[in-house]
């Protein structure tokens, strides 16, 4: 009697912790997402961690296991979304994010003028790109797009934007199913298209023009 007390007990601490941890998954979507901006402010504008202060979970965790269900939920849903067209909603943010990991580690003297990211909504790859430089490699297709002569001061590879798709198109992806954000590297601001990436890029949603 008392071993199958022991056994029924330890069946409902199990589903109790795994329904915790479900919940916590769900229930704490709001607070990790405001701690996840504080945290990305924080980086950008250089200031100390923890400095914008932390949001309380919604659903406090019974137990560690319940912790690492909620996280183990978490990274499913994120596997999901990533095949998603959800997940273009974070072109933006990864673009500021990866600018601003640039000012804070590049001296400014080779601080790029713009970042940009790619992401690939059939996959949720993401292909980062920055201006100054012309890749080694040019896909095909880039190759055939690039206009003769270029349509501005600058070399017609020299974009950010043209480095991050063509990144993309290297590793098979298509350009229609590209997502792409530019950015200007100090300020985090939206930066259009010039007139060549206006061609090399098209077909792409472009979300910063």
């Not at 912790?17 to 916590?24: E, H, R, V, Y």
């Not at 500021?96 to 713009?114: D, F, G, H, M, N």
């Not at 490699?137 to 934007?161: D, T, Y």
Request: glycine share 10%.
């Amino acid at each position: 009697g008392g071993q199958n007390l022991r056994a029924n007990n330890l069946h409902a601490e199990t589903w109790a912790t795994i329904g915790n941890g479900a919940l916590g998954a769900i229930g704490n979507i709001v607070p990790d997402m405001v701690n996840g901006t504080a945290s990305w402010l924080e980086r950008f504008t250089h200031a100390t961690s923890g400095a914008l202060g932390r949001m309380d979970p919604w659903v406090p965790a019974r137990n560690d296991v319940a912790k690492e269900v909620a996280g183990d939920l978490r990274g499913v849903a994120g596997g999901l979304l990533a095949m998603t067209p959800i997940k273009v909603s974070s072109a933006k943010f990864l673009a500021q994010e990866k600018a601003a990991e640039l000012v804070s580690t590049q001296s400014k003297s080779k601080l790029p003028r713009a970042t940009s990211v790619a992401i690939d909504r059939s996959t949720g790859a993401v292909y980062y790109g920055t201006s100054g430089s012309v890749p080694q490699v040019i896909a095909p297709e880039m190759l055939n797009r690039m206009p003769k002569p270029s349509l501005e001061r600058w070399q017609v590879a020299n974009c950010a934007e043209f480095n991050a798709c063509n990144a993309a198109l290297l590793n098979g992806a298509s350009m229609k199913n590209l997502t792409v954000h530019t950015v200007k590297t100090k300020t985090g601001e939206p930066f259009r298209r010039c007139a060549n990436c206006q061609i090399t890029t098209n077909g792409a949603r472009v979300t910063s023009d």
